[in-house]
């Protein structure tokens, strides 16, 4: 048991894995990770890989509400502009997945940049609204730009290849993944322990002393933007070559409020807590399909409940975390550790 926590060098200190415990479990879970496929039917690897771009959206989302302070109920409409790009780059250009990738982050992060710039006077409610105009303005572009988006009809793409090896299975494409995500993760982590991330801290704590401490809130809100833009960007370049079609209908406001959604119940400005709200949200409307397929037999229109039935089961996790689990899943997980780190004593 762990009775001082003593550090002896600014790196240690700023390490993400302090002892070996932690280490040995990462590795334990890599091991997991890489056993998994091998194990896992179609399905569960096709819900890995959702849960996966989920986790690399929400990481972004993460960085600009959760670390930032900067609220987005315009996150799905970055995702989308990854994904278009994606798929405009693979059909006219014929570049493949692994160059789409940061292209499509590169994209995503100028419209960010575009949208947060005149939005850095704002915060609050007022940011807010600024966000969900542009949701809406990029929706519609999604729809009445057809010479470029398809229209309603969407864009098909040709299964994804990284130096001429088909990824398009799902098996093929778990690995690209985790790839991605472990990369994404990572990143974020390091990212709070940079100058630019405790800016970011600052700035979400309290702004004026922030600015009064010499920090640059302009500068520094649209590193914000852009960083969690290009991650929106690259989850949406995965999405399109993971589905492999893209439509308009992917990207609604809804789907906003569900990455939104998922850093709450994580937990804000915690990379822990930005994965297991992916996870956890992601896996709740597999929860009520089988929940209405039980109740179709006693009720044959219990399916047609199944898209409202989400946005109020999202709604009311957001406040019920809100207000019972402001901290979210990571704070809880936290919890349990402690208790078997100081069991059998209470203190």
Known sequence: MRIGDYKESYAADEAVFVTSTSRFWLGVLFVMLAIFPFMAGE???YMANITGIAIVAALGLNILTGAAGQISLGHAAFVGIGAYTAAVLTNRFGLSL?????????????????????????????LCITTLAAQVIFEFFFVHWESLTGGIRGLNIEPPTIFGLDVGSEFGFYWVTLV???????????????????????IRDRDISAELMGINLFRYKLYAFAVSSFLAGVAGCLWVNHLK??????????????????????GLGNILGAIYGAIFMTLIPEVLQTI????????????????????????LLIVLFLVFEPHGLAEMWCRVKAYFRLWPFKH
Do not use: D
Not at 102 to 126: E, N
Not at 181 to 201: E, K, L, Q
Not at 245 to 266: K, N
Not at 292 to 314: D, I, N, W
């Open 292 to 315: 209405l397929k039980f109740f179709e037999g006693y009720f044959p229109q219990a399916m047609a409940y199944l898209y409202p039935l989400q946005t109020v089961v999202f709604g």
């Open 43 to 45: 399905y569960l690897l």
């Open 245 to 266: 079609s893209i439509t308009p209908e992917h990207f609604p406001l809804h789907e906003s409020i569900r990455y939104l959604a998922m850093i709450i119940v994580g």
């Open 180 to 202: 991605v995500v472990v990369i994404a993760a990572t990143m974020s982590r390091n990212i709070f322990r940079t100058r630019v991330g405790r800016a970011f801290i600052a």
């Open 98 to 126: 692994i160059v789409c990738l940061p292209l499509a982050g590169l994209v995503s992060a100028f419209f960010g940049v575009l949208v947060g710039a005149p939005s850095m006077r704002m915060k609050g409610l007022y």
